[in-house]
C-alpha cells in the first residue's frame, strides 16, 4: 500500500522540541524530493521545507530556518523534521508529503501527489 504514516507530534512548551517523524510504504522513497507542508485554520496550507532524494540539499521558508531542520534515512524509507526552539505560531497540523517523481524544489504546495495524514503539534505553555 502506497502511504505516508506521520507521528511524533504533541503537546510542548514555548522553546521546546518536537521529532517529527513519517515512514513511506509502498513505493521506492529515495526516488522522490519529500516536503513538511503544515496547515493551520487561519492560513490554510503553507510550505516548510524540501529536501531532494539524496538528502544532501534543503530548503526552508523563512520562519523555519535556522529552528528546524528536515532530513531522511533512506534506509529505513522515513522522513524527518527536527524542530527546535518552539513558538506558539509553529502550532498547527504538520503533513510530510512526497513530490512527484522527476519534480524538486520547484515543486508548489497543492502539486504534491501523496500526503499522510498529519501529526499535530500544539505549542502551549
Known amino acids: 500500500q502506497v502511504q505516508l504514516v506521520e507521528s511524533g507530534g504533541g503537546l510542548v512548551q514555548p522553546g521546546g522540541s518536537l521529532r517529527l517523524s513519517c515512514a513511506a510504504s509502498?513505493?521506492?522513497?529515495?526516488?522522490?524530493?519529500m516536503s513538511w507542508v503544515l496547515r493551520t485554520p487561519e492560513k490554510g496550507l503553507q510550505w516548510v521545507s524540501d529536501?531532494?532524494?539524496?538528502?544532501?540539499?534543503?530548503f526552508y521558508v523563512g520562519f523555519a530556518r535556522g529552528r528546524f531542520t528536515i532530513s531522511r534515512d533512506n534506509a529505513k524509507n522515513t522522513l524527518y523534521l527536527q524542530m527546535d526552539n518552539l513558538n506558539l505560531e509553529d502550532t498547527a497540523l504538520y503533513y510530510c508529503?512526497?513530490?512527484?517523481?522527476?519534480?524538486?524544489?520547484?515543486?508548489?504546495?497543492?502539486?504534491?501527489?501523496?500526503w499522510g495524514q498529519g501529526t499535530q503539534v500544539t505549542v502551549s505553555s
Open positions: 529536501i531532494n532524494r539524496d538528502g544532501d540539499d534543503t
Open positions: 509502498g513505493f521506492t522513497f529515495s526516488d522522490y524530493y
Open positions: 508529503a512526497r513530490i512527484p517523481y522527476g519534480k524538486g524544489f520547484e515543486t508548489r504546495v497543492g502539486d504534491h501527489d501523496l
